[in-house]
C-alpha cells in the first residue's frame, strides 16, 4: 500500500519556524515528485512548493519564497518542509502529494491538478501568539 504520512505540524508563535516530514511506505520516494500544498480554514488549497525527484531541485510559491525549504532524506524515504519566520498566514493544515516521475524538475501547477498520485493526510499547523 502507498502511503504518505505528514508531521510535525503544531503551534507556533509569529517569526518561529517549524519543520514537517512527509514519509513514504510501500514505495521509493526518490522515485517521486513531491509537492507541498496548505489550506487554511475556509480557502482553497494553495501551492507550497515542490522537489524534483533527480537532483533536488525545488520550486516554491509566493509567500514561501526566501522562508520555505524542501530538502529529501533518501535514507528515511522522506521529503521535508522547513518554515521559518512564520507569520499567522501560514495557518492552516500542510499536506504532501506526489507521482511517480524520474527527472530534474517538478511543476506545481501539474502537481496540483494531480487526479491520482499518493496523497497524505494532512499535518495541522497554527501559527499564533
Known amino acids: 500500500q502507498l502511503q504518505l504520512v505528514e508531521s510535525g505540524g503544531g503551534l507556533v508563535q509569529p517569526g518561529g519556524s517549524l519543520t514537517l516530514a512527509c514519509v513514504a511506505s510501500g514505495f521509493n520516494l526518490d522515485e517521486y515528485v513531491i509537492g507541498w500544498f496548505r489550506q487554511a480554514p475556509g480557502k482553497g488549497r494553495e501551492g507550497v512548493g515542490c522537489?524534483?525527484?533527480?537532483?533536488?531541485?525545488?520550486r516554491y510559491e509566493g509567500s514561501a519564497k526566501g522562508r520555505f525549504t524542501i530538502s529529501r532524506d533518501s535514507a528515511k524515504n522522506t521529503v521535508y518542509l522547513q518554515m521559518n519566520l512564520l507569520t499567522p498566514e501560514d495557518t492552516g493544515r500542510y499536506f504532501c502529494?506526489?507521482?511517480?516521475?524520474?527527472?530534474?524538475?517538478?511543476?506545481?501547477?501539474?502537481?496540483?491538478?494531480?487526479?491520482?498520485?499518493?496523497w497524505g493526510q494532512g499535518t495541522q499547523v497554527t501559527v499564533s501568539s
Open positions: 522537489i524534483s525527484s533527480e537532483g533536488g531541485n525545488t
Open positions: 502529494g506526489g507521482e511517480e516521475s524520474i527527472g530534474p524538475a517538478c511543476y506545481m501547477d501539474i502537481l496540483a491538478g494531480l487526479t491520482d498520485g499518493v
